[in-house]
Structure formats: C-alpha cells, structure tokens
C-alpha cells in the first residue's frame, strides 16, 4: 500500500516535473530561421557545386584540361575538353561539363587537381524548370562570362 | 506464409482462432526507413513476424568491387548517414591497415573528436524518432536542436552536414581550426545540462517508463544467437564495445566507461544510449584537452592506392553496434571483395524472435528501441 | 432592453453556434502556435498575420476535397456520424452560463444534461468507424467506445461528489455559490471539502480522455492505425470530426471552470465576469494542449487499468469520505 502510494507520488511528481521544462522551453526564443526572410550564413568551407577557379593573373580559369577530375569522380560527373593555344605549354580548357543530378559532393575531384582549378561554390538554393541547369552545367561558361574571347 | 491461417487452442472444445496478416507496409510512419513487417496478430497479440527487407538496397558491395580505393571514399558514409563518420573511419583504417601507414596523432585525435561528435547526434534523432512513434512529440525537436549545433559545427570542418567525406588514407582532408574546437568547448558545456534536461523531461516520466520497463526482453543468449551488437548487446548486460576489446585509432588514451545494463528491455536500451552520450561528452572533453601539433596527413600515402594482395579486416563501434569492414585485395586498383558487416542487420534479425507474443504497440516500441536505419539493413 | 423570450433563445442558440464553430477553427490555431511555441518554432507564419488565416486556408481546402464514400459503407451512418459528434457539443453549451446573465436557458438540471448530451459523443464514434466497414476503423472505434466508458464513472462520480457539496444542479447556482473570490471557488473550498484539489485533478485527467486527446489518444494514434475511427473520412466529413474534438475541449473545459474555478467569478472587479469566464476557460483550454505536447502516449490496457484500479476506486473513496464528512457536520 505504501509502495503503491510512494509510486503514485513519484509519478505524479515527474509529471509535473515535465510539464515545468516545457512551460519554461514555452518563453524562450524560438530557435529555427524563418527562411526564406532570413537565411543562414554558410561556413567557409560549405560544398555547393564546383567551379572552375580563375588565375589572378591571367583571368581565365586554371584548368590544363589534364582530366584527372574526370578520371577519378566515382560517378562519372565531369566532361573535360581543352586545346592547347598556339605559344603555350599547357593545355587550356574548352569545355567542362557537370553533371550535377549524379554528384555526390565528395570532393576528390578539387582535391585530385593539380592546378588546384575546381573549388566549391556556395550555391545551394538552385532551381530551375530546365533540366540542361542540372544535369549538364556549363561551368567553363560560368567561369569566362565577361571575358574576351 | 500462407495468408490466413488458424491456431489451435489448447482447448479442444473451443474453435480454433482466426489470425489476420497485418501489414506494416514499407511506407509506415513508424518503421524507421522503408522496412515491411509481415505480422500474423491474433486480435492485438502478434504471433509471427516476417521482416521484409531490401526496399532500399543500393549495392555498396558492388559499388566496391567496381571502383578504384579512392572513389570508394564517398559510400561508407551514405551506408549508414547517422552516423557517418563511423562508416568512414572503418574503410580508412582498413585500407591504412593494408598499407601499414601510420596516421599522425593529431589526425587521429581529430577523428576520434568527430566520431564522438557524430555518435551523439545519431543518438540523438534516435531519441527523438524513438519518442515520436512513443507519441512524445515536443522532445524530437529539443534533440533536433542540440544536433544542429553539432551539425553546424562539422559543417563548417568538412563542408558537409550529414554525409561528410572528410576523412582521407593517412589522415583528414583539411585540418581543424580553433573556431572548431571552441565550438567543440561551448557544445560540450551545452550538452550536460540538455542530459539532465532530457532526465527530467524524459527518463523520468512514469508514462514513458510505463511504456518501456519490462517491454520487449532479449536476452544475452538471444543477442548471441543473432549476432546483435551495440546499444541493443549492452542493453542486455554484456559489456561488449569494440573501443575497448580491439581498440583502434587513439581510444585507448582516453579514459571512458562501457554503459550496460542487464534488465534487457526498451529501457535498458534507452539508458544505455543516454548513458553512451554523457560517454561521448567525456571523451571529447580529453580529446580536446589533449589534442597534439601536428600534421593531418601521413607523409608517404601513395597516389595510386594499391594494397599487397591479401584479407584485411577492420571494426568500429557505429552508433548502432559494431561495423566491420573486410577487404580482399588481390593488388590491383580496385578491390576484390569489399564485405560490409552491418550492425542494424543483425539487430533486425533478432526482432522475429523477440516480438513473439507481444502486443503491437509495443512490438513497435521494441522497433524503435533497436535503433535501425534500414539502408544500413540493406547497404 | 429586454427581447420577448423566444427571440432571446434564438439569439442565444445562434450566438453559441458561432462560438463553438469560430473555436473550432481557432483553436486549431491556438493548438499550432502553442505546440510550435513549446518546440521553440514559429507555428503559422505566412497566411495572413501570424498565421491567422490558417484555419480558413485549411477549411478551404478540405472542402475542395472530394468526399469518398466506399460502396460498401453504410451511406446514411457514414454520412451523419459527423453530425452526431458536432451537435452534442453545440447543446451543452446551452445551458452553460458565460456570464452573471449570460445563458441560453437556466435550466435546473443543467449537470445532467452536459453528461447526458456528453455520452453522445461515444455513440458518434462508434458509428462512423462502424460505417466505414474498415478492419482499423472497427478497432479504433472499438477501443475508443472502451476507453470513453471506463473514464466516464470516474467523472460522474466526481461531479457527484461535488453535488453532495454544492446541493443543485442547477449551473447558474453552481457558479453563484462561488462568489466572492478566489477562496470561494470550488477547486480551493478546502473546508466544504477537503479533497476537492483531487477531485479537480480526477475530474481533468478524466476530461483528457473522454475527448481523446493525448496522452489518451489511443483511438487516433497516427503512428499506429492510421487515422484510427477516422481512416475512411476525407474532406469536410474529417474536418467536422476535428473540430468536433476541439469543440468538445471547450465545453469540457467550461464545465470544468463552472464546476472548480468559479465560473465568471473574479477576485478584481474591472471587467464583466464573461472576460473572467473565458480567461480561465482559455486557460484550462491551455492546460489540455500543454498536457498533449509534453507526453508520449499510454499503452491501451494501461490507460483502462488508470481508470478501473486507480480513479474509480479513488473518486468512490472521496465520495464516501464526502458523505461522511458532511454528516458529521
């Protein structure tokens, strides 16, 4: 009888006990961000899509079109085309296409350069109706927009 | 199974019972990931139960034998997403066990401090799930938000929030900052009190304890039989943690104790992993205290992986129970056999067994308290 | 300025009719922004002010909803279980009084017809689980039947308790006896009898129940049986039945404030009892939300077993002490 009673009592009281945590969680601030009025601001380091790097120097992306991106992205996501100009000794880029719908974000492929001409954007909130936005993203036209040709 | 079928009371005057197959189909709000139970009930009591799995396979091991070592790298974490770096840590040691490189203390102390990070927050939407399909539904978002300043503070180490490739062969692909371990510092600090609050708003209460103490028992020799690990083996009273039976990495620089308990039920389970939190806490605070100078990466890792032909194996305690990697190498670029040991698989198995007898609602309180991610079940 | 009676009823049922459905709708609000405050979120943000179109967008949309009814249901039972669950709550509230003036129809038996017209609502259940001809609706009404009957004794017998102590049942008269500040209501009248804290407590756990509301929500357990009694209605027919759940709340929290907290009695006397009224109405209103948001749910033996071994046993110990009390006066 007394057991069953001091149960009582304890369970009553952790009841109570929880009720007082969420009464006190009730006034405090709320934590989410009411996106889309305000956002959050990224680290440094956050993988949105890659991008093709630009030299200081020259302005026009690092890329030697060595392909070694393309050889080791695990699914396949990367088209590299590049020529060699006339008076150079390195290739340079043509064509770099990705293939967003497939990329895993793992970053062996920024890492892997030896040009260090990938780096990843902050580019998250991406949408659009076409499918070509995703799946074949020109990056070498992103990256020489503005530029003589 | 056959559809309908009866059973034969004891009784033989009496008519035999009807059963009805219940369906806890793979779209459930209640199996954690797309996981069938075929259940054979006999009015609320369930008779027989037939998991129904592979709604979710994605064919890692295949995925393994098909590409080279390092475009392995981004699988292990998505085998297992909660907790991920474990699943990373397990396919780098391995392959670093197969080239004999040595990783450099500091990486490794940062791996541990990650890996204990990302223990806690696996934990944690444990928690929550397990207290929403309980009915509990304000303590899902109080976890949410501790995990979040996790989430943020892996983020911004690694770049990415759940499946983080951030873990290289010889060591970490880019180091860690004092914003980082500050941040470590101010979470820590943070979580203590949030365990006491959780206690109170929680652990404590008699309904949730109503609802858990006694319910669903496994016993050691069930674990045994079935091959269970983790939360679920320590809930049931052996004190089995790879940590401290085959130590890997650093962990035996850090002083931290193997929570079980012995009653075997939903609570022991519960407190198993609560108690395995407050483990974690502990061990990040020495890792912090203690963390070395150094380089990330081991000097001499070849570009071009290629182990010595061979068997190699490698296990870590996951969140869920022990993750096991065993890799064949026959000396070429890709692997030969990439075997993945799962713990939810082998903690799934033994729910057949255990939920004989036991009324729905808490067959799906048992459910929860294994802690299952089913892509895990069905890599 | 006084209305010839007929038209003053009239007025009355109208006015109730817009109070219980205008609560229906915003309580759902409330509910939202009260869950999201204690989960520390927003609630309702974008429709309208703080989300106060929100009811109105959702009532749009159930309505756009096209109304299923299965060959196999019973057409006439499927159609009127929602009317069943919505009117009885509308009735109660006839005879409750808002204010020192403010009531339908002071009615000497007012008690006795909240609990009459309130075991209608079990009925209703029942009958649109049972219509709907679907193995989970069956369960789910089956149980909801069971656990409405095991936590209606203990109500009554704790509305019988506070009968010997109050001596009518006439509801005006309840609230009337009140007077006088917060010593005089009901909940703190320890000398008339010492137990009425426990009574009140007994008399609100049973109230969480009889309308399903967390953590004795069995019947609707949506991670469970699906949507429970409610599986098979889709549109307007399961919005009625939601708002029937909050309408039900209101009257058993207001009868919970006639009977415990004194009704529209106020210990200041700044504004006409009726804001008094519908602050603690609110207020116990508030408490029932916040008992949804802090617990998991019950298993369903154990919450029969709550009634039957505990609240039956402890409510038939405070009537008898009752009795004794006041005849040893």
């Known amino acids: ?149 | 199974m056959q559809l309908e079928h009866t059973v034969e009371s004891d009784n033989p005057t009496q008519s035999p019972r009807e059963t009805f197959v219940l369906n806890v189909g793979p779209q459930h709000p209640s199996t954690h990931g797309v996981l069938r139970l075929k259940l054979v009930m006999d009015g609320e009591y369930i008779l027989a139960v037939e998991p129904v799995i592979g709604y979710v396979h994605r064919m890692h091991e295949k995925m393994g034998e098909n590409r080279t070592y390092v475009q392995f790298l981004p699988n292990p974490s998505r085998i297992d997403y909660l907790s991920a770096m474990h699943y990373m840590h397990a396919y780098v040691g391995v392959v670093e066990r197969a080239l004999g490189i040595n990783v450099p203390p500091r990486a490794e102390y940062i791996r541990v401090i990650t890996s204990e990070l990302n223990r806690i927050a696996s934990h944690l939407v444990w928690l929550g799930a397990f207290l929403l399909d309980l009915g509990a539904f304000t303590p899902l978002l109080y976890a949410f938000d501790d995990r979040e300043r996790i989430l943020d503070l892996l983020e911004s180490v690694s770049g990415a929030r759940l499946t983080y490739c951030y873990y290289r062969f010889g060591g970490l692909c880019n180091d860690v900052d004092a914003a980082f371990v500050e941040g470590a510092r101010a979470f820590v600090k943070h979580m203590w009190p949030r365990l006491k609050m959780y206690h109170g708003l929680v652990t404590e209460n008699i309904i949730l304890r109503k609802r858990l103490e006694g319910i669903g028992v496994i016993s050691a020799e069930l674990c045994r039989k079935y091959g269970a690990t983790g939360p679920v083996l320590r809930g049931s009273g052996v004190a089995c943690d790879v940590r401290k039976l085959e130590p890997y990495s650093v962990y035996n620089e850090f002083e931290f104790d193997v929570p079980h308990f012995g009653d075997g039920d939903c609570m022991a389970r519960y407190k198993v992993r609560m108690e395995e939190i407050a483990q974690s806490l502990r061990i990040i605070e020495q890792a912090i205290a203690k963390l070395p100078i150094g380089p990330i990466m081991a000097e001499k890792v070849p570009r071009v992986v290629k182990p010595p032909p061979g068997d190699y194996y490698f296990a870590v305690e996951a969140a869920r129970g022990r993750f096991a990697i065993r890799l064949v190498s026959d000396g070429s670029e890709i692997p030969y056999r990439l075997k993945l040991r799962t713990p939810s698989f082998s903690n799934l198995a033994l729910f057949g067994e255990a939920a004989r007898g036991l009324l729905l609602q808490d067959a799906l309180a048992l459910l929860g308290s294994l802690d299952l991610v089913i892509p895990d079940v069905d890599r | ?329």
Request: hydrophobic fraction near 50%; aromatic fraction near 12%; glycine fraction near 8%.
């Open chain 1, 1 to 149: 009888m007394v057991a069953a009673l001091r149960e009582l009592y304890v369970g009553l009281r952790s009841l109570v006990i929880g009720m007082a945590i969420t009464f006190g969680q009730f006034f405090s601030r709320p934590v989410t961000v009411h996106y889309p009025w305000e956002t959050i601001k990224l680290p440094a380091r956050y993988r949105g899509h890659i991008v093709l790097v630009r030299d200081e120097r020259t302005g026009r992306p690092r890329c030697i079109a060595c392909k070694m991106c393309e050889r080791i992205c695990p699914s396949d996501c990367i088209a590299v085309e590049g020529v060699k100009q006339p008076g150079e000794t390195r290739k340079s880029v043509t064509e770099f296409k990705l293939d967003f719908t497939k990329c895993s974000l793992c970053g062996l492929c920024v890492e892997v350069c030896p040009v260090d001409a990938l780096a990843f954007s902050k580019r998250y909130n991406l949408a659009s109706t076409r499918k070509a936005d995703f799946d074949r993203i020109d990056l070498y036209k992103r990256a020489t927009e503005g530029l003589p040709k």
């Open chain 3, 1 to 329: 300025m006084t209305i010839a009676e007929p038209y003053r009823l009239v007025a009355y049922l109208i006015g109730i009719l817009a109070f219980v459905g205008l609560n229906a709708a915003y309580l759902v609000w409330l509910e939202r922004k009260v869950s999201a405050r204690f989960q520390r979120r927003a609630g309702p943000t974008e429709v309208g002010p703080e989300g106060l179109l929100q009811p109105i967008a959702d009532a749009l949309k159930l309505l756009s909803k096209q109304v299923i009814v299965l060959p196999e249901a019973d057409r006439l039972l499927f159609r009127l279980a929602p009317a069943f669950v919505m009117a009885p709550a509308m009735m109660c509230l006839a005879v409750i009084p808002f204010g020192a003036n403010l009531g339908a129809r002071d009615f000497n038996l007012g008690l006795l017809l909240v609990f009459a017209f309130g075991s209608i609502n079990v009925l209703a259940i029942l009958l649109g689980g049972w219509a709907s001809r679907n193995k989970y609706s069956i369960i789910a009404a089956a149980r909801v039947v069971s656990q409405n009957v095991a936590y209606e004794i203990p109500m009554l017998l704790v509305v019988t308790t506070l009968l010997l102590s109050v001596g009518t049942m006439n509801l005006r008269e309840i609230v009337s006896q009140q007077s006088g500040g917060v010593w005089h209501w009901n909940i703190a009248r320890l000398t008339t009898n010492p137990l009425m804290p426990i009574l009140f407590l007994i008399f609100f756990v049973c109230m969480l129940a009889e309308t399903n509301r967390a953590p004795f929500d069995m019947a609707e357990a949506e991670s469970e049986l699906v949507a429970g009694a409610f599986t098979e209605y889709a549109g307007m027919g399961f919005g009625v039945f939601f708002m029937a759940e909050y309408a039900n709340i209101v009257v058993g929290s207001a009868v919970g404030t006639v009977l415990f907290l004194g009704g529209w009695d106020s210990p200041v006397h700044v504004l006409p009892g009726v804001f008094w009224f519908l602050l603690k109405l609110y207020g116990l209103v508030f408490a029932v939300m916040w008992v949804r948001w802090t617990f998991p749910r019950t298993q369903f033996y154990r919450l029969l077993n709550l009634s039957w071994k505990l609240l039956i046993p402890t409510s038939l110990g405070a009537l008898v002490l009752t009795a004794l009390i006041l005849k040893l006066r």
